[in-house]
């Protein structure tokens, strides 16, 4: 059973670019969460998703940020037109429906968005 | 009020030093409870779960204590190894009765030797 798979790993951007982040949550998780941490700062949560459902954006900036997580295929972070300031890991986590045995998050290794 | 609060640190302790932490939370109705452990440029990773009888795995010890809502982890004898941030974890249900599941910024433990 794999765990959460984040990829790319690593992404370089120039300003103004367009940043694609995917995950793919553990078999049989419908919940996901997207969460940006800067060097040295804490987790900042972003984004819970279930599938075909944002069920709370709070922690999104109001622009250029998107997020899905569609019946078919992984959850993607979109950022439009990306700014140096946007240089982060993004972490994905990745629990089970309410109700289905332990409710803990599971990871991914995350993806380290460069913007030059 | 923060929905889980944590001190930031960072904890200098020497080694074979006992530290504990603290974590509060807001919403009394949530269900469930964890530490998490990451290491610098790494995922954070399940540390424990917290349950209201309180538990132990080898030096570590969590505790929950719904009354004041808090939960505290204490780590006996530390290791060098044990230099990380540690995460206090909260699920939480919201007002569309979803599960939410909720991270503290951490505390930074550096194990001095």
């Known amino acids: 059973n794999a765990g959460v798979m984040q990829n790319p790993r690593h992404l370089v951007r120039r300003r103004g670019q367009e940043a694609r982040l995917r995950c793919s949550p553990m078999?049989?998780?419908?919940?996901v969460y997207w969460y940006r941490q800067l060097p040295e700062e804490g987790l900042k949560f972003m984004v819970y998703l279930q599938k075909e459902n944002i069920i709370d954006e709070s922690g999104m900036p109001k622009e250029r940020f998107s997020a899905e997580f569609p019946k078919e295929g992984p959850s993607i972070l979109r950022i439009q037109q990306v700014v140096r300031g946007d240089s982060a890991a993004y972490f994905c986590?990745?629990?089970?429906?309410?109700?289905?045995?332990?409710?803990?998050?599971?990871f991914g290794q995350g993806t380290r968005l460069t913007v030059v | 009020r923060k929905e889980v609060e944590q001190d930031p640190g960072p904890f200098n302790v020497p080694e074979g030093a006992t530290v504990a932490f603290n974590c509060t939370y807001s919403n009394s109705a949530s269900q469930s409870f964890f530490w998490y452990r990451q290491d610098c440029r790494k995922e954070p990773k399940l540390l424990m779960s917290v349950y209201s009888s309180g538990n132990e795995d080898g030096r570590f010890t969590a505790q929950l204590n719904r009354a004041s809502q808090y939960i505290s982890l204490l780590i006996r004898d530390s290791k060098l190894s044990d230099s990380a941030t540690y995460l206090c974890?909260?699920?939480?249900?919201?007002?569309?009765?979803?599960?939410?599941?909720?991270f503290g910024t951490g505390t930074k433990l550096q194990v001095i030797p």
């Open positions: 974890v909260v699920n939480m249900a919201n007002s569309g009765g979803y599960q939410k599941v909720t």
């Open positions: 078999k049989g998780h419908s919940h």
């Open positions: 986590a990745s629990s089970p429906p309410r109700g289905r045995g332990n409710t803990e998050a599971f």
